[in-house]
């Protein structure tokens, strides 16, 4: 019934909720007895709508999230993958949130690409959605607008007709950015009028549609109204980023009636969301849109400190809308300020911007032309101004007429004397009457002193007092007292803030720096040691000199009265106990099942993660073994090689809290040497069987440099693993106490970050190369009895193995042609020959062809006369020289190690022909265009020897 609610949870999480329903979750999650599946599901869903709430919080329960999961085992997997996919959308809107773009794109497409998979519709939707978000933010409009398309289709799918209008009206929105007229004719009466059937945040978000279309008509009375009526709404629906953005627009659209002082005051309430949201997107919107009230409010200085923030915030994402909405008000600002060539620079930049906003555009315009103007270059400014005026009359944009028509009295008055005062008027008065006709529009001062001065110059000297009267009115009430009073305070909060953030950086600055100097003091002798330690351990090739090397140093640097290590039994149902000492005596061998649900070892391997654990001082902890020493802290960690599970390694002591973070690090750094150590002992160990069952079949003579050449060849990889991984590890080790400290900044996690992928990539690549070294190897020692013989066709054999290489073959753009007879047929193993004919076919596409494209390969077979059956591989690739051909079947003989050669095709497929197939295969000395490789392979395979035979078999097991 668990499993139930907490699917139940999961298929009604809504996009948003109402803060009534969190609130009943809120005391549904304090319930006591709430079963494990359920309680997670709830913690999920509160997660997942408190992102925009309180997004620290939300990361945090997130984090509570998933430990609750590991610790409840009987979690079904698929309510687990479900769950674990909500967590990973709420930390990709986080991320979405804070700005970080491109790292939430990478993981958005992940993700959707898992629900995909298992079938998650909700999930794919809420991925689609959010990639387009993203896309957004870097202002990648059109892909934006296509992932919302897809976003609307699996909310379609998934039967979610609250998403649906939703994802719809953020269609609809993002249509309206680039295109009001086909936006309209789209959108305009798609969404319902009665929204008293819909869920709360689909309806107030269709509502607030309504109000940006009214905004993009220019009804800014009717704009404001809606935007006003909304806040609330959006805030109890958990809207708090678009909250921030309508109170942003709702202040602009009192700045487009001329009243900036109620703009002022809504601004700054998004301000402060913002601010107190960590949202630097957000933030930035808001300065920009202060600063441009600011600027119409005359006050530049303190206009140009809040645009320069803004705009530093936005610069990072050059293609976005934020940053064209900067190039304008800056641009704006440079015009105010006299600074004709920084003006023309920020408009030429907006013109040229990718995202073609409309409004944006007109805009750039409009302040092109006053740029040219400034400039001294009338008649181009007077050109743009008329071209614009006469967009701006068929569109209906009023106030762009009213602005235009005063560039262009400003040209009349410049260029033309006398004559041009009287155009000055009339373009003036035809200014003054358009922006009577805006609903709620205050007289412009800038308009009204324009006007009186052209009167005067007209010597209409009774309506220029008038009219500079009115001037001064409306002057003085956009300076009143209280506006005048909340720019003062609002200058001094902003000098303060800056003046606090400082200081706090400067403090945090000197803090991590004095915990790095006493840390890097106190670990530098630590660090050297385990240096020397891993050493020590990896150049050893047997466990008891492992075994041993570790019984030395861990007490030496841990308080581990108990040590022991548990090794992965061949089945991988179990672990045995292969070294341990309690108080320096040795403990007796012990098996635990992985499936023990008291063990803590076992829970280890099972979980494959670090666990520290303090037991009950009374002994009563059901891990506590009889007849032992009684323990109070344990550490206990898998032995990992990549994700390949060797054992467990444990430490234990009777002291309650031995443990702490530097122990910790110890234990890790000894841990990691001891799993290569070990993975080394173990393969040089298969290295040996091998060795002994080559020397028996007598194959292929030289053994000694088979097992120093797999010894050295894996030292490489391991030891560039190893050092790659300690740099990894101190590097995190110095991002933790940053993060501790409160002083980690976002360029520094990026670094980090980046740094940790490529170390990561670099780790990886070692070991995998590693893994099939020691992979490959294993196949040297050909089981002659573990394949299945039967009769079968050699045409039908040939063209199986060619259709499974298809994909590989075409994809480096190349060709395998068969010509093989139907009728031959042989009583041997088609499985060890389909292998040897993938070796000779990856073989000529690796050595042969290299990065050539367009190579072409030719596999025949004929029937011989003394019962034998012919086949030749033929490649027309680079050939092989004289000096290599007598080497070919060597083991680990390459010409590309480092670049996908291992050495061991070839030789594998030599032994398997003359061992298991009782055939011979050989380099055809013929001189031509490639090579050609030619298998003499008997009808009738030999049978197996008994000895050789069963020596061979957990080789092929292995394999």
């Known amino acids: 019934m668990s499993e139930a609610a907490a699917a139940a949870i999961l298929s009604e999480l809504r996009l948003y909720e109402q803060e009534a329903v969190l609130a ?31 997004t620290p919080q939300a990361l945090a329960r997130a984090e509570a999230a998933e ?43 992940l993700l959707h690409a898992e629900a995909e998979a298992a079938q998650d519709l909700l999930a794919c939707a809420d991925s689609a959605w959010l990639q387009s978000l993203l896309h957004s933010g870097a202002g990648q409009m059109a892909a934006s607008c296509a992932a919302l398309e897809q976003a ?53 978000l269709i509502e607030l549609y309504q109000g940006y279309r009214a905004l993009r008509a220019r009804d800014l009375k009717l704009a404001v109204r809606r935007f006003s009526s909304l806040i609330q709404p959006l805030q109890d629906a958990g809207y708090v980023r678009e909250t921030i953005n309508t109170l942003g627009n709702l202040g602009s659209a009192f700045n487009d009636l001329n009243d900036p002082e109620s703009a002022l005051e809504w601004m700054e309430r998004g301000l402060q969301m913002a601010r107190a949201s960590g949202w630097s997107a957000s933030l930035g919107g808001c300065l920009m849109q202060m600063g441009e009230t600011l600027r119409r409010l005359g006050r530049l200085e303190l206009a140009r400190s809040l645009l320069d923030e803004g705009t530093q915030i936005f610069a990072p994402q050059p293609d976005s809308r934020n940053y064209a909405v900067c190039l304008s008000y800056q641009g704006l600002l440079a015009l105010d300020l006299g600074e004709g060539h920084k003006a023309l620079d920020c408009f030429k930049a907006l013109q040229a911007h990718p995202g073609g906003y409309l409004d944006l555009q007109r805009n750039a315009r409009r302040g092109h032309a006053r740029a040219l ?88 000297y009774r309506e220029a007092f008038e009219t500079s009267q009115q001037a001064a009115s409306a002057r003085a009430s956009m300076l009143s007292r209280s506006s005048a009073d909340r720019v003062e305070a609002l200058q001094l909060h902003h000098l303060n803030e800056n003046a606090r953030t400082e200081a706090q950086h400067l403090q945090q ?80 061998p012990d098996h635990i099942a992985l499936d023990n649900p008291s063990s803590n070892a076992a829970r280890c391997a099972r979980e494959r993660r670090e666990l520290s654990i303090q037991l009950a001082e009374d002994g009563s902890d059901p891990s506590q073994v009889p007849g032992t020493m009684r323990t109070l802290s344990a550490m206990f960690a898998p032995l990992l090689i990549q994700e390949r599970l060797l054992g467990v390694v444990t430490v234990q002591s009777p002291q309650a809290q031995a443990y702490g973070e530097h122990e910790r690090m110890i234990f890790r750094s000894l841990n990691a040497f001891a799993a290569i150590a070990l993975d080394n002992a173990i393969a040089y ?35 560039n693993s190893l050092l790659m991984a300690s740099t990894l590890d101190q590097r995190t080790q110095e991002i933790e106490r940053a993060a501790a400290s409160k002083e980690l900044r976002r ?76 009728g031959i047929l042989l009583n041997s193993f088609p499985g060890p020959l389909g292998q040897v004919l993938s070796n000779l076919v990856n073989n000529a596409m690796l050595h042969g062809f290299g990065a050539r494209r367009g190579g072409l390969m030719r596999l025949s077979a004929r029937l011989l006369k003394d019962g034998r059956a012919e086949l030749r591989f033929r490649d027309d690739g680079v050939g092989i020289s004289p000096a290599h051909a007598g080497r070919i079947f060597e083991p ?45 392979l008997p009808l009738q395979a030999p049978e197996a020897q008994g000895p050789a035979a069963a020596d061979g078999g957990d080789a092929a097991a292995a394999i």
């Open 24 to 54: 009943e979750l809120r005391a549904q999650l304090e319930q006591p007895a709430l079963p494990p599946a359920e309680r997670c599901a709830l913690r999920v869903a509160l997660a997942w709508h408190e992102r925009e709430r309180d």
């Open 67 to 109: 430990q609750a999961m590991a610790d409840a085992p009987e979690l079904p997997e698929a309510t687990r993958a479900a769950l674990q996919r909500r967590l990973r959308l709420t930390r990709l809107d986080a991320l979405r949130l804070y700005a970080r773009f491109a790292e939430g794109l990478f993981e958005a497409r």
């Open 152 to 204: 609307v289709d699996w909310a379609e799918r998934c039967g979610d007709r609250t998403r649906q209008w939703i994802f719809e009206c953020s269609l609809a929105r993002s249509a309206g950015l680039q295109n009001r007229e086909a936006a309209e004719l789209r959108w305009g009466q798609h969404f319902p009028s009665d929204l008293s059937g819909l869920h709360a945040s689909a309806a107030v």
């Open 373 to 460: 103007l400034l400039l001294g270059d009338c008649e181009a400014a007077e050109a743009m101004a008329r071209e614009d005026l006469a967009v701006a009359e068929l569109s209906g944009a009023a106030e762009a007429e009213v602005e235009l028509r005063m560039v262009l009295a400003q040209i009349a008055q410049q260029s033309q004397g006398a004559a041009g005062q009287a155009q000055a008027v009339q373009q003036l008065e035809l200014a003054r009457e358009r922006a009577k006709s805006i609903a709620g529009y205050k007289d412009s001062a800038e308009l009204l002193e324009a006007l009186a001065l052209a009167y005067a110059g007209t010597g209409r």
């Open 509 to 588: 600055l000197a803090e991590a720096e004095r915990q790095r100097a006493a840390l890097m003091q106190r670990n530098s002798s630590t660090l050297e040691k385990l240096g020397q330690i891993g050493l020590e351990l990896t150049r050893h090739l047997d466990m008891a000199s492992i075994f041993a090397a570790l019984s030395r140093h861990i007490p030496a640097l841990l308080d581990a009265r108990g040590f022991e290590i548990y090794l992965l039994d061949e089945e991988g149902e179990g672990i045995n106990s292969v070294f341990g000492l309690e108080d320096g005596q040795p403990l007796p």
């Open 685 to 719: 160990r298969r290295l040996q069987q091998a060795q002994s069952q080559l020397v028996a079949q007598e194959k292929l003579a030289a053994l000694g440099a088979l097992v120093a050449g797999i010894a050295h060849e894996l030292n490489t990889p391991l030891g």
């Open 747 to 822: 360029s520094e996690l990026e670094a980090y970050l980046g740094e940790t992928r490529s170390v990561a990539r670099l780790i990886m690549q070692g070991l995998e190369t590693a893994a099939e070294l020691i992979t490959s190897f294993k196949q040297v020692a050909v089981d002659r009895t573990a394949e299945q013989r039967r009769l079968f066709d050699l045409a039908v054999l040939c063209e199986q193995v060619t259709a499974t290489l298809q994909a590989s073959i075409r994809k480096q753009g190349h060709k395998l042609e068969l010509d093989v007879p139907e």
């Open 892 to 936: 680990f003989f390459t010409t590309k190690f480092g670049q996908g050669g291992s050495g061991l095709g070839l030789s594998i497929s030599h032994n398997i022909v003359s061992s298991l197939l009782g055939g011979s295969l050989s380099l055809d000395p013929t001189p031509g265009p490639g090579c050609c490789f030619v298998l003499c």
